[in-house]
């Protein structure tokens, strides 16, 4: 491992962002395909609204993540892309747009999330259920795999969810406990977290959560997270790279080596997690898929050397 210190991170941190952060630009006729699908029915994406620098890679393998109920959000995290503020009326269309667009995609997984909609009654859950069961009952075949908001700790709101039966139930925890006040979280939201996954888990569903790594956190305190979700049975686990989204947003304390993300998955994979995704650019959604099939079909991910 790489210990970088303090005059070497505060370089690191104005400098700019290392080579291997650096995306393709995307396009291709794939990607103009799905553009033009999401456009023409007016539906949003985690990939265009959170700035995912996976787009271009995505989008022309006929991956995308689907972004409900709107693309404002009710909370103003200070690590997010998504726009803050007052959103819409949910569309009681989209479910059928959904499954309009997966089908022009030829999907075999879908992976489905959502701006907080604290305004609502029950965070959304209702039209969660809505899109998965119009999803499942309209194209038999598909897997979807859903990424929710925390629903204010509402535990009914969790199990019309759950009642649903997604695949897979993605909620990220997002960073370590000491960095929740800085990007604009109170403490009480890590806890709500950590229930969340712990409530599902013992619901029977296959969990998942993803991390950002680079906002100040420390390798101790990093595998103290990884001991708190898969204490809450938390099977998959993506970390990734945090790159500061706006000139508004917390910034990047460091930028963690490739090399790093393989030690990271390493020490991830030896405690017990089932299927990781670690790499610079990686995101919550990135290759869902494999991650899903490995834990199904209980494959075994080779470890790689350097773990801690």
Known sequence: MKIIGDSARETHRRQNKPRWLKASIPGGRE?????????????????????????????????????????????????????????????????????????????????????????????????????????????????????????????????????????????????????????????????????LLQRATNRGAITKSGIMVGLGETRTELRHLFCELFNRGVSLLTIGQYCQPTTSSVPVERYYAPEEFGELESEALKMGFSAVASGPLVRSSYNARELYETHRDGKKPPIKNGGG
Not at 68 to 74: P, S
């Open 31 to 195: 990607f103009t395909r799905i553009q033009r699908a999401l456009d023409q029915r007016g539906l949003h994406t985690i990939c265009r609204s959170a700035r995912c620098p996976n787009i271009g890679e995505c989008w022309n393998h006929g991956h995308a993540t689907f972004l409900i109920m709107g693309e404002h959000c009710t909370r103003d995290c200070h690590f997010c892309a998504v726009p803050h503020g007052s959103p819409r009326p949910l569309d009681p269309d989209e479910p059928a747009k959904l499954v309009e667009t997966a089908r022009v995609m030829n999907l075999r997984y879908a992976v489905i999330t959502s701006v907080t909609r604290d305004d609502l009654s029950d965070g959304g859950s209702s039209h969660f259920v809505r899109v998965i069961s119009t999803l499942k009952r309209e194209i038999p075949d598909l897997l979807v795999e859903v990424l929710i908001p925390d629903f204010s700790g509402d535990e009914a709101a969790l199990n019309r969810v759950l009642d649903s039966q997604p695949h897979v139930l993605n909620h990220n925890i997002e960073t370590v406990r000491s960095q929740y006040r800085r990007v604009g979280r109170p403490l009480e939201q890590y806890e709500r977290s950590l229930m």
